[in-house]
């Protein structure tokens, strides 16, 4: 069954690239406890035990900030292509979600390539507006997002454009 423009054509969620995952966090944090925990029963066999209580605030203050900032440092990019534009929202962290869109037509969609200040990305343009996403991704996730949405944008530009269920 064919459908009109008013269905979506094309999704994709783009996310940071982060060095450690829920695993690897955990690790991390296992390392720390186990080398507080080393240097506090060294220092408790030595008789100064109020040592242990500052090592604890120590262990305890890094792992919150090590898992404050791998929560706020995230960012998702969701775009999205239906019958009449196509959308942009991110979310960084807890800040405030942010949107665009591009009428679909006139959109560019180019490869900008890491520079020696930042990291590359994705840039969409149309009528003077430029925005770069997928700056987390890996050179070759962009080229895939890049290949997908070219694809998408060249069928939704064909006369003959449906959807099919």
């Known amino acids: 069954m064919a459908?009109?423009?008013e269905q979506p054509v094309f999704a994709a969620t783009l996310v940071t690239q982060r060095s450690l995952d829920r695993r690897g966090l955990m690790a991390v944090a296992v390392v720390l406890i186990a080398a507080g925990a080393a240097v506090g029963g060294l220092f408790l066999a030595m008789g100064a035990w109020p040592v242990v209580g500052f090592v604890g605030v120590?262990?305890?203050l890094a792992?919150?900030?090590?898992?404050g900032h791998h929560g706020l440092a995230r960012v998702v990019e969701e775009v999205a292509l239906d019958g009449k534009v196509l959308r942009v929202r991110r979310r960084k962290g807890l800040a405030a979600e942010?949107?665009?869109e591009f009428p679909p037509g006139w959109l560019r969609v180019t490869v900008k390539p890491p520079g020696p200040r930042g990291a590359g990305g994705v840039v969409l343009s149309s009528h003077g507006r430029q925005l770069v996403v997928g700056s987390g991704l890996t050179e070759d996730e962009?080229?895939?997002?890049?290949a997908a949405l070219r694809?998408?944008?060249r069928l939704w530009r064909?006369?003959?454009f449906s959807v099919v269920n």
């Open 3 to 5: 459908v009109g423009r």
């Open 58 to 60: 120590e262990v305890g």
């Open 63 to 67: 792992i919150a900030f090590l898992l």
């Open 98 to 100: 942010e949107a665009w």
């Open 142 to 146: 962009r080229e895939r997002f890049v």
């Open 151 to 153: 694809e998408a944008l």
């Open 158 to 160: 064909s006369p003959d």
